[in-house]
C-alpha cells in the first residue's frame, strides 16, 4: 500500500505565505486565551488539595456539597465530576501542614451517610513545593529547548537550529492555547506532555531536515525552493505515517487510558497535530525566509572537502616518509 | 540465509529481553522484578519539612537542664534561671561558685558566654545553630527510617530530598488504618521527659496561667486521658528521652499493655539522685507534652528503668515503644506534599493503560503490515523486542513502573516504528529509482540512519531533561522514554538491518516487491 508516489513535486512553499497568516492567527489567539483566561493551574503547580471519591453510584453532589460546608477545611472547595458520575474530585486551595490529621479522614467522616464511596487518591501540594515545581517546570522546558537549539546548529546550522525552534515554540504555544481553551487542570503530567511534543516535533522537523540537507548537499539545484519542496514530498509518506500511528496510539490513550491521563493523553493529540504541520509549513518556510545560501553552503562544503582532503595527502605524504 | 554479526546480536537482545522480563511479567518469586509505583499499586508518598528552629529551642532547652543538674549535684546556688528560644540567663548566690560554673560551661561545645560579676548569659553560636539544624534533619531522617523499619512494611523509602526535605515513600499500604498508623508513628516526636511536680505551689496550678506559671519557673500540663486535669511541674526536666536505651510493650498486673523503658548509666544516676532527694514528692512521666502519669516517690528508686502506664490499645503502645526506642524528633516534621493512592484506584489505572497500550500496539502492528507487508512483519518483531527490553532493563535495574511511565511506554512503540517506516520507505525510494536490491537496502539503511539518530538524540535530550528535572512520577516517563529509545536503536536499526542481510538472497530471488515491501515492481 501507498500513500504517495514520488511522481510530481508539491509545491508546498507555495502555500507558506497561507500556512504563515494561519499559524501567526492560532499563536496569536493562544497568547489572547493565556492572557485573558490564563492557565488553570492544578495542585502540583498552584499548591492546594485533591480529593478523589468514588460512589458504587452516581455521586449525589448536592448532597455532598451540603455536607462539606459544616466543615471549614472545605471552604471555597469545588466538586466536580471525575470521568465518569459516579466519581468526583474534591479540589481545595487550603493544604493542611499536619501529618496526623488528614484531608482523607477528614473528608469521609464529613462524607458520612452519603452513600456507599470509597476515597481514591488525595493530594496535598504544599505552596512552597508547588512554587518549587513550576520554577524547575519552566526550568526544564527551557534546558530542554536551549539543549535542542545547541545540537540541531551543531548537527545542521544555526539557521536550521533557529528554524526549529521557532516551530516548537509555535507547537507549545498552540498547545498551551488548546489547554487553556478548554480549561484543563496544568499539573506536571502536562509538562511532560508539552516535553514529549517538544522531542516529537523535533523529530518531525528534523526528518524534513536531514533531506533538506541532503538535498542542498547532492543536487546541482540550488534553488531553495526546489530543494524543499522536494525534500517535504518526499518525507511526506514517512511523515504522514508516523503522524498516523503515533496519532492513533495517542488517541487511544486518550479514548481508554482513563481520567488520570486525560490531561497528558489531550496535550500530547494535540501535539501531534500541530507539530506534524509545524514541521512543514513552519520550520521549512522560516529557513527559506532567512535566505539559508545554497550556492554558499555548497562553497563551504569544497572548501572542508579541500581541507580534509589536504590533511589526507599530507598524512600519506608523512606516512609514507617523503617528509 | 546466512548468519551475519547484526542478527546474532539482536538474537542475543531478543534473548536478553525475553529472559529477564519473565519474571516481571509472570510476577514470580524469584529473580528481578520491575517495581510498581505508588501510582499504580497504591501507597503513600510524602514530602515533609523539618522545623529546624525547634531543635535549636530543645538545644537550649536540654543545656539549662544540664546546668540545673550541675548545679543541683555541686550544691551551687542558683537564682533565676531562665531561658528563651535562644539563650539563657542565670546568677549565682555565692561568687565563690562562679569559677567552677564557667568552666563546666566552657566545656559544652558550641556556646558564647559572657559573664559579668556572678551573672552568667549565653547563647548558641551561629555554627552551632546550622550544626544543630543539620543534626535535626539527619536526625529525623535517620529516627523515622529506624521506625519504619519496625513498622512491618515492604521496603519502606525514606531519602533526603534537596537540602532539608525528607521523602517517603510506603508501597503496599493497603487499608486506611494503616495508612493512618504510619503516619503517626512518622510524626509522632516521641519526646519522653520525667519532670519534677512543683508541689510547694501545685495546690494553685488551676488558677494559675501560663505566664504566672513560668514565673516560678513552671509549666502547667495537661493529662493525656482528661485534659481537665492539670499539673504544675518544674520546666526544666530531669531526665529526657535521651538517656533511654530500650522501650517496650508490657502488661500491668490488670493486662492492661504499658511501656517498659531502661535509662542509661547516666541517666539512671541522675534518676536515682532525683528520687532519692524527692520522696514524698511526684514525678510526672511526660510524652509529646501530656502528663501520662504522675505517681508518688516512696523511696529511691535506682537501676534506672520505668514504666507508662495509660489506657492505650496493644497496637498504640506497640507502636509508642517503637517510637521511643528509635529516639525522639528533635525538631517536629510538617507535611510538605501528599500524595496517597488506594489500591482500587492503582488496579484501575493499570487496567486502563493496559487497554491503552495493547490497543495501540494492535493497531500499529495491523497498520505497519497492511502498508509495508513483509517489511512491516519484520519491524513488528523489532517492536515486540524492544518492549521486551523496555521490560528487561527496567526489572535489572529495579526501575519502578509509573503511570506515565506507562505512557512513555505507549508513546515509545510509536517512536521506534518511525525509525522503520524512515527505512521502509528510503528502501522503496531507491527500489524506484531502480538500484539493485542488495543496494536499495544498504544504501536504505545507511541514508536513514542520520535522520533516526539526529531525530533520537534530541528526544533524548528532552527526556534527559525531563528526568533531572521531574519528580516521582514523571521521572518514570522519562526512564521509559529514554530506555526505550536506546532499545529501539538496536532492535529497529540494527536488529531489522540484520533479517533484511540474512533474507536479502530469498528477497532477490523472489523478485517479488510487493510482497516485500508492499510495493508494484
Known sequence: ?323 | MKLNYRIVVFALAIIFGVFFSVPSLFQMDQGKKVALGLDLQGGLHMLLGVRTEEATKSRIKSIAASIKHFSDRNDILVDELKFDESSISFALLDSDDVKAVQKFLTETEGINLSVIGESFSLSLTDEEIVKTEKEAIDQAIETIRNRLDQFGLAEPVVARQGEEKILVQLAGIKTQEDEQRARELISRAAKLELMAVDEDRSARVYTMSDGDASEYGDVILEDVKNPAIKYLVREIPILDGNMLTDASMGFDQNNRPLINFKLNAEGAEIFGDFTGRSVGKRLAVVLDGKVYSAPNINERIGGGSGQISGSYTVMEAKDLAIALRSGALLAPIYLMEKRSVGPSLGADSIKASMIALIGGFVLVIIFMVVYYRAAGVIANIALIANLFIILAVMSLFGATLTLPGMAGIVLTVGMAVDANVIISERIRELIYEGKSMHKAIEDGYANAMRAILDANITTLIAAVVLYAYGTGAIKGFAITISIGILASMLTAILGTHGIYQMLESKIIKSKNNRFWFGIKG
Not at chain 1, 532567512?290 to 595527502?313: I, N, Q, T
Open chain 1, 1 to 323: 500500500m501507498e500513500f504517495f508516489k514520488y511522481t510530481k513535486t508539491f509545491n508546498f512553499m507555495g502555500k507558506s505565505k497561507l500556512a504563515m497568516v494561519l499559524s501567526v492567527i492560532l499563536v496569536l489567539s493562544s497568547y489572547a486565551l493565556l492572557a485573558t483566561k490564563g492557565l488553570n493551574y492544578g495542585v502540583d503547580f498552584a499548591g492546594g488539595t485533591i480529593v478523589q471519591v468514588k460512589y458504587d453510584t452516581n455521586a449525589p453532589i448536592d448532597s455532598m456539597r451540603d455536607r462539606l460546608k459544616g466543615n471549614e477545611l472545605f471552604n471555597g472547595a469545588s466538586i466536580t465530576e471525575f470521568g465518569s458520575p459516579d466519581e468526583v474530585v474534591i479540589r481545595m486551595k487550603s493544604t493542611s501542614g499536619s501529618v496526623t490529621v488528614d484531608i482523607g479522614d477528614v473528608t469521609r467522616e464529613a462524607l458520612k451517610g452519603s452513600g456507599n464511596f470509597e476515597i481514591r487518591r488525595v493530594d496535598i501540594v504544599g505552596p512552597k513545593v508547588g512554587s518549587e515545581l513550576k520554577e524547575k517546570g519552566i526550568m526544564s522546558l527551557l534546558l530542554a529547548i536551549v539543549g535542542i537549539l545547541i545540537y540541531v546548529a551543531f548537527r545542521f546550522e544555526w539557521r536550521f537550529a533557529v528554524a526549529s525552534i521557532v516551530a516548537l515554540v509555535h507547537d507549545v504555544s498552540i498547545a498551551l492555547g488548546a489547554i487553556t481553551l478548554v480549561g484543563l487542570d496544568v499539573n506536571l503530567d502536562v509538562l511532560a506532555a508539552l516535553l514529549t511534543i517538544l522531542g516529537y516535533s523535533l523529530n518531525d522537523t528534523i526528518i524534513v531536515f536531514d533531506r533538506i540537507r541532503e538535498g542542498v548537499t547532492n543536487s546541482k539545484n540550488t534553488d531553495l525552493t526546489n530543494i524543499i519542496n522536494e525534500s517535504i514530498t518526499r518525507t511526506l509518506a514517512r511523515t504522514t505515517l508516523t503522524s498516523l500511528t503515533t496519532f492513533f496510539v495517542v488517541f487511544t490513550l486518550f479514548m481508554f487510558g482513563g481520567e488520570i491521563i486525560h490531561a497528558f493523553a489531550f496535550t500530547l493529540l494535540v501535539g501531534v497535530v500541530v507539530g506534524t504541520y509545524s514541521s512543514i509549513f513552519v520550520a521549512s518556510p522560516i529557513l527559506l525566509w532567512f535566505g539559508f545560501d545554497v550556492k554558499g553552503y555548497h562553497v563551504k562544503l569544497a572548501a572542508k572537502a579541500k581541507r580534509e582532503a589536504e590533511k589526507d595527502r599530507m598524512r600519506a605524504q608523512y606516512e609514507s616518509g617523503v617528509m
